[in-house]
């Protein structure tokens, strides 16, 4: 056990591998990570397009069009992941708050024909009716199976509503169904000209490749692709930030018979804010495993919380750490929202110990690792750094400060962050409750 930390610590403490970046004449930025260790590599697109940029009424309109994007690579959605996939390639996309990105991850000598199928869905024109109606339904379709079989997602779909009330994270990733529905094909194509352009994307390269041959590819497949340069340079635009409330906000949210559970965020800085890393150590002391703090409750007797997770949801304008609960049989859910609120604001007034943070510290040093070991968690991070925190480097920094981090810094984020002021409740419970089940 001692050796498999060691490794972990040292590995994920190791610096990353240099990259070469590379901005395009028509404002594109390139990202190249080689690896002659690695046995495969993953191309991806990057898009500074989401629920933060997107027009008001118009939700859903980032993921639509991502969707459309990928139609285009291919007759269809599924040709363009079938005809990849014949290759060895693995194809898919992604929707976040803060970017969108399509991607693919294959052997080495995929690179060539993964940049070339990219570069063609950039070349692709305007979607017809026809399309977006197809794609339309395809969202409103994926949205109705999520939320209908996620008690969870609703309850965080309507949590983060409140917390970021007339903020574009207030919108959800699928969209409000009305506003979906409502999507045009000139909204389409108006959307996609601002924000799906040369000068807000971005191409990473990770893996076994050779970056010389690589760069004359992707110069030749996307230099010719036009569009507004960049309102900044060297990087996205400055996305608004969410204004901070004064006061808790509620919620309900109505399930199944005998269903219930609770949902609390907290307002929490944003991924690039110094805090970052003490944020997440807090939330790993709070709910994370058996030694944490709402863990080692549940061998109280008169405990009345059954399941429960604590997540720090990093964003570029703005964050959440939030928790959810579900009571235990019999249990108020009143009395499961009061114990899970008071244990983790108390964690404001209650001293960090050293084992504590010692441990915190070594589970996310263990997770940076283990995403470090793939082409795929590599680029991810990527992304994540130049969309979420606007900087390459961000990762190594966000280490740096990691190690840093004492346990008076804890206690500090944990003042700065768990107040009352700054909480959203929503409560998912059923019309008819069960009368042998929580209420």
Do not use: C
Request: proline share 7%.
């Amino acid at each position: 056990m001692l050796l498999v930390t060691i490794l972990a610590v040292s590995l994920f403490a190791a610096p990353t591998p240099g990259f070469q970046t590379v901005t395009l004449k028509n404002g594109m930025r390139v990202v190249l990570l080689p690896d002659p260790q690695a046995q495969a590599v993953d191309v991806a697109l990057w898009y500074e397009a989401g629920p933060l940029f997107e027009p008001k009424g118009k939700s859903g309109i980032t993921h639509l069009v991502e969707r459309l994007l990928v139609r285009s690579g291919g007759a269809d959605t599924a040709s363009f992941h079938t005809g990849l996939a014949l290759e060895g390639a693995q194809a898919s996309s992604i929707t976040t708050p803060d970017y969108s990105s399509i991607y693919a991850t294959g052997p080495a000598e995929t690179a060539d024909l993964v940049i070339r199928r990219l570069a063609a869905i950039g070349r692709s024109g305007p979607a017809d009716a026809a399309a977006v109606a197809a794609e339309r339904d395809a969202v409103l379709a994926e949205r109705s199976m999520r939320l209908e079989g996620s008690l969870a997602a609703r309850a965080l779909e309507r949590l983060f509503a409140l917390a970021f009330e007339g903020h574009g994270y207030a919108r959800p990733v699928l969209g409000i169904a009305s506003e979906v529905s409502s999507i045009t094909p000139e909204d389409v194509a108006a959307y996609r000209a601002e924000r799906f352009m040369p000068g807000t994307m971005a191409l990473s390269v990770v893996g076994r490749f050779d970056p010389k041959p690589v760069l004359a590819a992707i110069k030749k497949e996307f230099e010719p692709l036009k569009g507004p340069k960049p309102a900044k340079k060297n990087g996205a635009t400055r996305p608004p930030s969410p204004a901070t409330p004064d006061e808790e906000r509620r919620g309900t949210e109505q399930g199944p018979s005998g269903a219930a559970a609770v949902a609390v965020g907290w307002r929490a800085p944003a991924a690039g804010d110094a805090d970052r890393a003490a944020v997440e150590i807090l939330v790993r002391i709070a709910g994370s495993g058996p030694d944490s703090r709402l863990g080692r409750r549940q061998s109280e007797s008169e405990w009345p919380i059954g399941l429960s997770r604590v997540v720090f949801d990093a964003r570029r304008a703005g964050s959440a750490l939030y928790a959810m609960a579900v009571p235990n049989p019999g249990a108020e859910l009143e009395a499961a929202e009061r114990s899970l609120v008071g244990t983790l604001e108390q964690m404001a007034a209650e001293p960090i110990t050293a084992d504590e943070l010692r441990r915190a510290r070594l589970a996310i040093e263990r997770d940076g690792m283990l995403e470090q070991q793939t082409v795929r968690g590599r680029a991810r991070q990527l992304g994540a750094a130049l969309y979420e925190e606007g900087e390459m480097r961000a990762k190594e920094k966000w280490r740096d400060a990691l190690s840093g981090v004492t346990e008076a810094d804890v206690q500090r984020a944990a003042v700065r962050v768990l107040k009352p002021a700054l909480r959203s409740v929503v409560r998912l419970q059923s019309t008819t409750p069960d009368s042998g089940g929580a209420r």
